[in-house]
């Protein structure tokens, strides 16, 4: 079955850029979708098709994709952004999810 | 404006099936491309997809539990079952319900709060 692989953790300064990844073989070829949870929260789309925001996620938030892995970027990092964020794909009609990794805001 | 709310049993025992229903405003799954997915998080642990199912009817599941998964649509109530039989505690978690547009293709946009879910005898 097909895996995706993020880092648990990811610590970046407040003001600063952080950069969370997603492996997983030949992912260029899949649609990734990004989602953030915070604590006691739903999760929230907040990157579509690799690359497209859904409206109301700010222009902060940007995705990329190539070869083996697609990398969410959050811009001027903010208290507000330390969450959990997951990347998902659609593969063999099943939905694939990453494991997550923990956005910390120093 | 796009709602989603799950509700079932808050506690089943080992063994037992668990039956949670997604009532939905906003959009019709009579709608092309639209979907309603049944996803769940283990307590400390990652977003696992449990089954989907379309506005043209077809079903997906997950690979690991679908021989214990069915997931049903009453259209004309808005509503989406999923039952989950012989239920055992690492089935504790909580249970979203979820919307898809574009075929599944456009990621998952609108998400239910989610029920917490417990197996204990």
């Known amino acids: 079955s097909y895996e995706l692989t993020q880092p648990v953790s990811v610590s970046v300064a407040l003001g600063q850029t952080a950069r969370i990844t997603c492996g997983g073989s030949?992912?260029?070829?899949?649609?990734v979708h990004w989602y953030q949870q915070r604590p006691g929260q739903a999760p929230l789309l907040v990157i579509y098709?690799?690359?497209k925001r859904p409206s109301g996620i700010p222009e902060r938030f940007s995705g990329s994709n190539s070869r083996n892995t697609a990398t969410l970027t959050i811009s001027r990092v903010q208290a507000g952004d330390e969450a959990d964020y997951y990347c998902?794909?659609?593969?063999?009609?099943?939905?694939?999810f990453g494991g997550g990794t923990e956005l910390t805001v120093l | 404006q796009v709602t989603l709310r799950e509700s079932g049993p808050a506690l089943v025992k080992p063994t037992q099936t668990l039956t949670l229903t997604c009532t939905f405003s906003?959009?019709?799954?009579?709608?092309?491309?639209?979907?309603v997915s049944w996803i769940r998080q283990t307590p400390g642990k990652a977003l696992e997809w449990l089954a989907r199912?379309?506005?043209?009817?077809?079903?997906y599941y997950s690979t690991s539990l679908r021989t214990r998964l069915t997931i049903t649509k009453d259209t004309p109530k808005n509503r989406v079952v999923l039952s989950m039989t012989n239920m055992d505690p690492v089935d504790t978690g909580t249970y979203y319900c979820?919307?898809?547009?574009?075929?599944?293709?456009?990621?998952?946009?609108?998400w239910g709060q989610g029920t917490l879910v417990t197996v204990s005898s």
């Open positions: 979820v919307r898809e547009t574009g075929g599944g293709r456009n990621g998952f946009d609108s």
């Open positions: 906003g959009f019709s799954l009579s709608t092309d491309g639209m979907c």
């Open positions: 199912i379309d506005w043209d009817d077809d079903e």
């Open positions: 030949n992912l260029w070829t899949k649609n």
């Open positions: 098709w690799d690359t």
């Open positions: 998902q794909v659609w593969d063999s009609d099943t939905v694939v």
